[in-house]
């Protein structure tokens, strides 16, 4: 087990080296940069001073010397400072790390809750009006694209339920936790119909399979009552596949939230990437896509590790 | 005496709640204003946050005519001295008053050349700052420069060194001397502003001042919608149609000194021929796109746009502004192109509005035989293309113009200046342009404007299409609201909230 952490681990560094290689270089393949930005297009200046600003902002170092400040910074745990506005980027990634994480989390803590038992659903009940309704849902739930959802939920809300949850923004930071949950509850929503769908779907397809195996008969056959069989024989046996999949939507979500807080103005990770990108600010690009290439990396290891947990069969060398 | 004590609890409670009853306004705003450093100002969003936070000496009232602010009066002493005096006691929010030393300091800063001032040009004629006495200080410039009064307004924000020593960065802090004092600025995200207590002008009721930066049209139409904003600002008559029959909100809209401009790259054939250009400005019709793109909310317009008042001159006056398809087929016939000719029209793709317009000017080109293709780019690879490498058959953008007309033409078309993206060169132009900015006599400025409208327009080296409007749209319980025709946000200090 330890061995495998270490070996996990040391696979990291070769991955995070390339993940580094790549955000640096790709923004940086886009045409237009953060001083042509920032002075746009009604500015009188002369070329020379662009080219002034561009070297303060060290723009005029090649790529492999900007890659090199890069991973020394990055050594002394420095995750740099924003181009356009000049500061520090640790305080400001962590800050909205914090509000993209409860979208994020409460996403998945929907799709668990709902997902999960739709899908026991649907597979005790197979062939059943219900199966069918979960089926449509799932059809349902997985087309839909989520920026569609967002507006929608909106405008429900902007119509419907006046001043229940906010359109805008995010709760101040000394707020208690019922405001951030206010604010967070549309997005995390949203995010979670597809996911819902998906883990409902496979949780079905799983439980279908283990509920025809032998011992799920033998069981029933001792007369062990039906709830217990679809908990504890059934439901844990099937969750393997379950949990690979959560391991990838969890990494979905990730890359979800970019559109999702762009329409709900959330001042998460998200927006703060889409405006980046606009803007041009590299460092913020190549900080954040950094953290959620490490952050995908721990979700899926620590999947890894939860097979051993529910298949006590599995075992880590 | 259970009841008693409930009673006063009652009671301390509605006080409590009564005294911290704060008076906020949430106004949601398309563009971060990138940069609140006075000396730094690089586009019209950042202008109007500056003269916000640290008024200048003049200002622009509703007519877009000069008014003073801080100064209590201007004389013009000859054509190249300026005499200003200084309201009395006004303050900065860090407590010191405000005195000519303070301005000679905020001029000088600006034209210092080791801090960037993208707009410095209007202000660069300035030699000296002549310090009278602490309210009275003059202005020399060397040669006579009309359009400074407009520098000064515009370009300039009041602030003193103590400030710049504190902050040191006032990109994003600083104190200025407005009703509003700055508190926080997150970049893209939110600036907020509360009420200066000792401000010398009437107490302005609102508590606080709260500016969403939501890049999305329709996010902040739908937290207008939903009542999480009071007020919000739309460029795009498309976002603002929806909103026009909710009940209770009201929508403002202004034709701010702001234009659609059609760049043709005179560098490259077939623009470098003058009746190329001719026949595509012939063959447009401004009016239908103003009905049809910007739903009547807009004008056609000339190189100078109708707010802009006597300077402007009216469209029927300029060569190929009225569609003439017959005379548009003409020109192209004699310069060579009697079948039309094919090339690329660049717009910005986040711009709904460009580009539905760029759409309809390639159907009405395409009636004469001209075949555009449109090319919907990102914002910072458009400026790349535009204006570092001036690479660009066609292309569309809605520029703020000027306040005086020098800056309409001056760092346009001049053939020297850095910004003549379109490559046109012509002496006579130049010439002109050097006269308006050098001649102070106001009728004779009017007339060298007329001419300079009359030749851009003719020998288009940009197509203008229309006004460009900008709307406000509020809540009924916003009340005093005013939509200024730059946008500035100077009626804050009377606007109040219902409860």
Redesign the interface.
Known sequence: MLIYTLRRFLQLTPMLLGVILVVMLLPRLVPGDVVTIMLGSESVISPDRAAEMRSLLGLDRTIPEQYWDYLNALAQGDLGNSLRTGRSLGPLIADRFILTANVALLALMMAIIVGIPLGVIGARYRRSRWSILLQTFSLVGLSLPTFWTGTILLLVVTFYLEGVFPTIGSAAAGAPWYEHLRYAFLPALTLAVPVTAVLARITQSAMIEVLAQDYITVARAKGVGERVVIFKHALRNSLIPVVTELGLQAGLILGGVVTIELVFSYPGVGLLVLTAINQRDYPILQSVLLIVSLLFFIINYLVDLSYGFLNPRITYT | MKRTVLAVITCIVLLASFGFAQKTLRF?IPVDP??LDPAQM???VAHRFVAFLYPSLLKYDNNLALVGDLAESYNVIDDTTYEFTLREGVTFHHGEEITSEHVKFSIERLLDPDV?S??A?ELEPITEVEIIDDRTFRLHTEEPFAPILHGIAFGLGIHSAETVEEYG?L??QGSGSGPFELVEY?????VVFERYEDYDGPRPPLDRVEF?V???D???S??L?????DVAEFLSPRAVLPLRSVDGLNVDYTGQPSISHFHLNTRREPFDDVRVRQAMSCALDRQAIADIVFVGDAEPTGPVPPSMGAWALPVDEFECYTRDLERSRELLAEAGYPDGFSSTMIGRADNSTDIDQLQMMAEQFAEVGIDMEIRQL???????????QKNFDTLL?G??TGRDPDANFY?RFHSE???NTVGYNNPEVDELMERGRTTIDQEERYEIYAELQRIIANEAPKIFTVQVPLYHVYWDRVQNWETHPMGMYYHLGQVDIEE
């Open positions: 949601g990138i940069n690089s586009h019209m960037p993208p707009e040009f960065d990109r994003f997150r970049a893209n995200e939110i969403h939501i890049t999305d329709v996010a902040r739908t937290a919608s939903a009542g999480d904003l990102e914002w910072g690879e458009m400026l790349d293309l535009w204006i570092t953008i520029s703020s760092r200046s850095e910004r």
